[in-house]
């Protein structure tokens, strides 16, 4: 997703986000602070970039495996 439109979503999703955090065999979700979030993905990409990261209707934050 796209670094502003990834912001915007993050911004108008309405309860907790739960960011991906996994290792080789184990994947964990924990809770995120949406204004971490938000300045994370301010300071690692420009606004136009592709993120690589999605944000799913059910809150889920984490890597968007579609993207080569």
Known sequence: MIAKKLIAEVRKFKGPIFAEVQNFNDIF????NKSDL???IKNSFDSDFETG?????QGYFGKDF???
């Open 29 to 32: 979700w924990i809770k995120a």
């Open 38 to 40: 938000i300045d994370m």
């Open 53 to 57: 990261f999605e944000l799913d209707a």
């Open 66 to 68: 579609g993207i080569e």
